[in-house]
Every structure is written in C-alpha cells, then in structure tokens.
C-alpha cells in the first residue's frame, strides 16, 4: 500500500482539479495557501477587513467560521462587501454541528468545511459496541443528513473540505478504529463514500491532528486508501493547534513540511496562536520549497527505493549504543543526542568556552551534549587537545570533523588519556577508511563516516566487522535525491547490511532546499522539515543544526524540534488552537499568560482552548486542558474529562495551576 510515488525525491501526488471560486486546487496547480479570520463574522466589518488584510499578505483562500444560522447568513453580506472592495478571495465556511448552518453558507461562499466528526453524528465518548448491523444503521443516518448539503454544493457549484480532526472522532469511529489516524481516515472516506453516490466529486480531504506524527501517519494513510479506491482528492495540509512563536513553526514545519516532500499537498494552512496574517509568510515559504523539488528531473534509482519503513507507525530505528566521553550512552534507548558545531573554537578557544557555559546557564535543560570542531591543520591540535581538557566536565562528547590526512596522522600520534574518548568524523570521499579506522582504533576513539548509500555497498564488510565504533551521517544530499530522501537511503543501506550503528542526523548548508538562503526563518523551516521527517520516520540518534550561526539558537532550536517530534521533552508542551470567531478569550494573551506560569513544567502537556467545538477529543494529546465554557468562563480539563465548570477568567490561570499541583506534575521553577 503506497501513499506516494517515492519517499526519496519529491514527485507531486497526481490530483484531480477542484475549483474554488476563482482559484483552483489540485492537478498542476500552485500550492494554494489559505487562513481563517479571528472575527465574530457577526461583526461584518470586522471580518471583512481582516479578510482584505489576509488576502493582501498573500492568502488565497480565507476562512471564516459559522457556528449559527445567523452567522451563515452574514456571509452573504461579508460576500458582497469583499465583491465591493475588489476582493475576490474565495471564502470558507467553517461548520461544526449545524446542518442548518452548512446549508444556508452554501447559498453564499465558495465552499463548506464540514467536521465528519461533529456533522450529525454522535460523540459522546460512551464504551459502546457497536454490531455490523448497528454500525450500517448509523451510516445511513449520516447518509440521511449529509446528503441535502452534497446535492446544495453539487448544485451551486460550491466545493466542500471534508475535514477531520484527530480529537473529533464520533462514537462510532472511536469504538471500531479507536483514536487512531486509521480511526480519522475511515471517518472521512464515509463521508466521501456517501458524495460520491450522488455524483459529486468536487472535495478537498484533511487530517488535522496538534501531534505532527499522529497527522504525518493521518494524510499518508488517506492516499493511500484513496488510491486502493481509485479516488485522487485534493489534500489541505496542516497540523491543528500548532501553538505559537517558534513552537507552532516548527511543528507545522515538521507536518506540512514533510508531506509536501513526500509529494502531498495541494493547499496548506499553518495554524498559529497569533495574528493570522503571520501564517501567510510560513506557508509561502513551505510551499516555495516544495514547489522547487517538485520541479527537479526525476532520475531513475532503482537500486535506493528499497524502503521498509512503515510509513503508518512510528517505530524507532534499532541501533547499537556507543559509549561517550564520560559514559553517556549514543544509540539504542538513549534519546537522541543533540551536538553542537563550532567553527572557529580552535581559533578561540576562551570565547567557545564562554559559548557553552553561557548556554547552560541560560537554558537548563537545553544542554550542549556533544560538541563538534573542524580540525583543518595539524598545528591545531594542541589547541583542540586544551579545549577538551578545560570542557570535559561540561560537555559529554567531542568530535572532530577531520579535512586532510595529515590533520588525522597529527591526531593520532596523542595518547588516550591526553584525549578522551573522541569521535572522528571523516569524508569518505575525503579520507580513505582504512586510515580512519586506524586512527580510531589507536585512540580508542568512535568513527563518523560522513558518507553515502553507495560506499555503504561497497564496504559492507568491513563496516559490519567494526559497527561497534562507527557512527554515519551525511552532511550533502546525493544529487539526484533530496536532503530526507538521501538520509533514508543510508538507513536503508544499514539495515541491508545488518549494520546497526547510530545514525547523526545533521542539518547543514548542503542540506537545504534553497541553498542560497541564509535567514533565520529558512534555517528554521529547513532544519525542522529535514530533522522533523526522519525523526518522525524513527531515524536518528543524535541531531545537529549547523545552518544557525547563532549557538544558542541552534541549541534551541534542535531541542525545539525534537520536541515538536514528541522524541525527547525538555519543557512544558502546549496545544493551542488558532483563534476564530468561536474563542471565547484573547487566546494569544491567555497563551503567554499560561505560558509565564507553566513552562519549567518539563513533559507536561497543557491544552489551551478558546472554545470546545470539536468536543472532549481535543484534550486526547494533553494532560491538562484550558477551555473557553462560554464568555467569561473557563472549563478546566484532566485528559478529556472535564474537572472544574465555569470559573471566572480572572481566576482560571491559578485554577488551572492548582489543578496541575493536585495531580502532583507540579514543581517550583528555579
């Protein structure tokens, strides 16, 4: 069952054409960028500027949401004034529950988001058991209830996004497929088994889950069963609740990033708690990426597309542990080991000390677990030999990216004791292996091999005799595959061999999808798509960031994305829905205002939401909740079950941090 052509270059997923008032989705068309206003569409002019706002900042599609009859028929009117005001953007309605509602926003947008979750289905989160028979009545209930809203748009011309949430799930689907992305895909197939039967195809599928692996397994199970039933529906991409600030980039980064790369995605929304018009630069920037590799020539690779990886479940990658400096195991069940690059630390040593103390300092659990030095010269060794003996007790490991032979024969003549257990790091291009396992040996040292798929064949024997001390990475893609696809390919290599040793994961330069672009944001994006979607795929024991010339940014940043990758905690973890016309707080304020309170909270998940339209679900992936009951009033939850009812704003806050000490997840911050 394949979700995508290949999983080692970026080959677009074929998708049949929907249109969307002016624009198009699917087939060869760009990769459509889309928002959701934060309005009370009540509030006409309010949600018109804020339409006019998005749609200036590059958004193509707007959404708005209609959680009342008489808020679907202020579309007509916010229809008309953007008409008015020569803007065209194609609008949305967003419906949970209402079929009345769904119906009359028909008669004026372009299309009708509807939640297979919430639409005139049952989900109470009651144990129940449901018999074939049971489970056929309640499918032509939906059948029942959903049709009059297929013939409407079938009729008008409107299309419609079949939109499922991971914490959505009905009764039916939970007891039967449990809260799984097979749960998520099943629940939207019926909806589009049901249009189907009624001739209309023009749909748009999403799988929106806050976890960027529980959405990534999600959409690639969707095409895939979409394919077993010869359906080519176009994909809206995003992770829901991706929260705020760097954390909500990264997570999103990490889902729709990964994604597009694997080929899928036709239209992408990146979901912030922030001002909406700040999700427009993010998704420009994902989808230029994308669109970049989907334009590379396709060149055959027969001999890589071996791929046992399942794509569905995550299943960390089996590997040997390798011993550290002071005994801090790499590999095996150890979480993934975060390094650091220093370029010019030999050349100033004082200033790389102050650089690594400095980052302790400031970032508690953020600590710098390995630290990486290019050894250019021989000359340079005394310097590199100082360096570690006045960091050893700060720093677990070192390694020493070597560039000539004469820089390695210059390291290999110090003693054991005067080192340390280093780890070498060559290019076998470079470097022949028969010299670094040499040096290695005679220092006691772990090998890097900075090398390719092909020098893995090549030398499976002598790789597999010595996979005690070695460790691969790869700091260049191959030129025929991307920066995901070529790392993949040394996995696989590995396995092929029965070679287990661990795998660095290193987000270079050479890496990126467009070189040429050196900014913080693309650093960002670049090093959590590459990152993100192996670690997602189980890959990897240790990672780095070395497109970031700012060390503590680097170090942030690639404990932020093993994080949002749910591979390692090092603070609180928080799901924070965007805010829309249904909050029923300032989301962005009461966001930060939980944040300052609970972020040394170190693996607890905090949940915070402006309101509880997709049902207790939302709380699935958190251990506390923060729920808008209605205005004014704040429900707190534990997992799904709703604990405290109706609590004054003023007080929820301290509420909801006496909740976190009553479970015992509470500790003082320092």
Avoid at 169 to 182: A, E, K
Avoid at 444 to 473: C, M, N, R
Wanted: hydrophobic fraction near 40%; aromatic fraction near 6%.
């Amino acid at each position: 069952m394949n979700y995508c052509t290949s999983r080692f270059q970026a080959i677009r997923r074929d998708a049949r054409e929907v249109n969307i008032g002016n624009i198009s989705i699917g087939g060869n068309n760009p990769i459509r960028i889309q928002s959701m206003t934060t309005t009370n569409p009540e509030d006409i002019a309010a949600t018109v500027a804020e339409s006019i706002k998005l749609a200036e900042a590059g958004c193509e599609i707007v959404r708005i949401t209609a959680p009342n009859v008489k808020a679907a028929q202020a579309l007509k009117t916010i229809r008309t004034k953007l008409d008015e005001a020569r803007c065209y953007v194609p609008l949305v309605a967003d419906i949970h529950f209402l079929p009345q509602a769904a119906m009359e926003a028909a008669l004026h947008v372009e299309k009708v988001r509807i939640n297979p979750g919430n639409y005139a289905d049952k989900k109470k989160f009651v144990q129940l058991e449901y018999t074939d028979k049971a489970y056929q009545e309640e499918l032509e209930r939906i059948y029942t209830a959903v049709s009059p809203l297929i013939l409407r748009c079938k009729e008008l011309g409107r299309a419609m996004r079949i939109g499922t949430n991971h914490g959505s799930l009905s009764d039916r689907i939970m007891n039967r497929y449990g809260d799984t992305p097979l749960g998520m895909v099943e629940s939207a197939l019926e909806f589009i088994r049901i249009a189907q039967s009624h001739g209309y195809y023009d749909i748009v599928l999403s799988m929106k889950a806050s976890n960027p692996k529980v959405m990534i397994e999600a959409y690639r199970l969707a095409a895939a069963k979409m394919a077993e039933e010869n359906m080519a529906f176009p994909l809206h991409l995003g992770v829901t609740e991706a929260g705020d600030g760097e954390d909500g980039r990264i997570k999103s980064a990490i889902g729709i990033g990964t994604l597009l790369f694997d080929g899928l995605g036709d239209t992408i929304r990146v979901s912030l708690t922030e001002d909406p018009v700040h999700e427009i630069p993010i998704a420009l920037e994902l989808a230029k990426r994308a669109e970049a590799l989907w334009k590379r020539p396709l060149v055959d690779h027969a001999d890589l597309l071996i791929d046992t990886i399942d794509p569905y479940s995550y299943n960390r990658r089996e590997s040997l542990e390798i011993t550290l400096s002071n005994n801090t195991g790499l590999g095996q069940d150890h979480f993934p080991r975060v390094i650091l690059r220093l370029d010019d630390a030999l050349h100033d040593g004082v200033k790389a000390v102050r650089t690594v103390l400095d980052i302790h300092a400031r970032y508690k659990e953020n600590r710098v677990e390995g630290l990486l030095f290019p050894l250019q010269k021989p000359e340079e060794v005394p310097a590199l030999l100082t360096l570690i003996q006045v960091l050893e007790a700060n720093v677990p490991s070192f390694w020493v990216e070597i560039n000539t032979v004469e820089a390695l024969k210059a390291l290999s003549t110090l003693s054991k004791p005067q080192i340390g257990r280093i780890g070498l790091v060559i290019k076998t291009q470079t470097i022949e292996l028969s010299d670094g396992l040499a040096a290695a040996q005679a220092l006691d040292a772990f090998l890097s091999l900075d090398t390719h798929p092909e020098f893995i064949k090549e030398h499976a024997l002598l790789l597999k005799a010595h996979e005690g001390l070695l460790v691969f990475t790869c700091s260049q893609p191959l030129t025929t595959l991307h920066a995901i696809g070529t790392y993949r390919a040394l996995a696989e290599a590995l396995k092929e061999h029965g070679i287990e040793s661990p795998i660095w994961l290193r987000s270079t330069a050479a890496m990126t999808t467009l070189p040429h672009e050196s900014h913080r944001t693309a650093c960002l994006l670049e090093s959590s798509i590459l990152l993100g979607s192996l670690l997602c795929d189980g890959i990897g024991d240790c990672v780095s960031v070395e497109g970031e010339e700012d060390p503590a940014a680097a170090i942030v940043l690639a404990y932020n994305i093993l994080q949002g990758t749910r591979n390692r905690f090092s603070k609180t973890e928080f799901v924070a829905c965007p805010s829309c016309g249904r909050t029923l707080f300032n989301l962005e304020e009461t966001t930060q205002k939980i944040r300052a309170k609970t972020t040394h909270l170190k693996g607890v998940t905090i949940a915070i939401m402006g309101c509880i339209v997709n049902g207790p679900g939302e709380m699935a992936d958190a251990d506390f909740g923060y729920v808008g009951g209605a205005p004014g009033k704040v429900n707190l939850y534990v997992k799904k079950n709703c604990v405290e009812h109706n609590i004054p704003q003023a007080e929820a806050v301290e509420r909801l941090v006496n909740l976190i000490k009553s479970h015992g997840r509470w500790v003082e911050p320092e």
